[in-house]
């Protein structure tokens, strides 16, 4: 694992402290008639460059966003609104906690929380000016952002890490397009990873304080390719109950659409094809594994080795979860067959993956496919 924690709200580096002062949060009474919706590139006090997109506006003019510091490359949320004078407002999300976005902009009688936020206003030529606070600390910079649009396409995202309640962590990772960003946001989130809410991660965490080591275990994820605008991150979680169960899975996105990827890649007029392909790959190794003269051969259980030997690909049995490494694209073929044991299914998982070189994937993929950049 990465092991790097995000600090959200945290200052910039040596930004000049200021006394905290009483803010009054503007009513919201109409929607203005311009929008503020985009991608901004722009600086704190010009020193501390950054990336910031305001991505939704609904009808009550409550905005959201993401940005990140260039020197930090870690995602972080923005939740605001339009003030009924055009005054834009935004504040750092709590990732453990995105429920209470509308607290604590510091205004007098409530609690200062520890998020900074942005007070800003457009300017004629699109942009947006105004300034950084930070809620905890009173300390302000000004804020000056240009309309942003990216110069080349995307090559790699940039990997980070988000730790959630001191134990789970989840991979982040940011690219210049901030559409894409916020894209790899969702796909990555903890909550959508684990499946499990932020509520039920907390009482995991608690249960583990406690003592208890059932329950969730978390994730572990690993970057198996990040190249020619394509990520690949391959991932695994245990669940401790009378057993432990692991789950494996995949991600590939397109770094320059957002777009996730899999075997829907395939060209439909070589789907044939590719289906031949694996269960040729997967005969063979089966054939390899139940080898009794190979040097690490064990004796297997009769109903295994049948069970084995019963495994096909076909059409209404296709290969699953691809993954990306150097070199390589591989497909899961997940054994199932009747009477097969918990204990035999863990030693098989992953054990059946079926590797094809770019090379023998350029005859498969569809003509416009995204993974055609690997050829």
């Avoid at 407002?89 to 936020?117: H, S």
């Avoid at 990555?188 to 932020?198: C, M, N, T, V, W």
């Avoid at 198996?224 to 991150?233: A, E, F, H, I, M």
Wanted: negative net charge; proline residues 6%; glycine residues 8%.
């Amino acid at each position: 694992m990465l092991g790097l924690t995000l600090l959200w709200g945290c200052d910039p580096k040596n930004a000049t402290k200021k006394p905290v002062a009483t803010t009054t949060v503007p009513t919201v009474s109409s929607l203005p008639t311009t929008t503020a919706l985009g991608d901004y590139e722009g600086s704190l006090g010009g020193k501390y460059p950054f990336l910031l997109a305001i991505n939704f506006q609904n009808d009550r003019a409550e905005l959201t966003g993401i940005y990140y510091y260039l020197s930090q490359q870690k995602p972080i949320r923005l939740w605001g609104f339009r003030a009924s004078d055009g005054e834009i407002w935004l504040r750092e999300m709590n990732p453990e906690r995105p429920d209470t976005v509308a607290a604590g902009w510091g205004q007098a009688g409530k609690t200062i929380q520890p998020f900074a936020y942005f007070r800003l206003r457009l300017t004629p030529q699109s942009g947006l000016v105004g300034t950084w606070q930070a809620a905890k600390s009173g300390r302000q910079l000004p804020a000056q952002l240009k309309p942003y649009a990216a110069s080349a396409p995307v090559q790699k995202a940039h990997v980070s890490e988000q730790t959630y309640f001191g134990e789970f962590t989840a991979p982040q990772f940011t690219v210049a397009d901030m559409k894409v960003t916020q894209d790899l946001y969702w796909v990555f989130d903890i909550e959508a990873l684990s499946e499990q809410k932020l509520e039920e991660l907390r009482e995991e965490h608690r249960n583990h304080e406690s003592g208890s080591y059932q329950g969730y275990g978390g994730i572990d994820s690993r970057v198996t390719y990040n190249d020619r605008g394509l990520l690949s991150v391959a991932l695994r979680d245990e669940y401790t109950a009378a057993n432990v169960n692991s789950r494996f899975w995949s991600v590939i996105v397109d770094l320059r659409t957002g777009e996730t990827l899999g075997v829907d890649e395939i060209d439909p007029a070589r789907k044939a094809a590719f289906l031949a392909a694996c269960n040729a790959k997967l005969q063979q190794q089966i054939a390899t594994y139940l080898d009794p003269s190979a040097e690490d051969s064990e004796e297997q259980d009769s109903t295994d080795v049948a069970g084995l030997r019963s495994q096909r690909i076909g059409p209404d049995n296709p290969p699953g979860d691809m993954l990306l490494e150097d070199g390589q694209i591989s497909f899961d073929h997940s054994v199932e067959y009747e009477n097969m044991s918990n204990f035999t299914r863990k030693i098989y998982a992953q054990q059946f993956r079926l590797s094809f070189t770019f090379a023998e994937m350029g005859r498969l993929l569809k003509p416009q496919s995204p993974l055609r950049r690997l050829l």
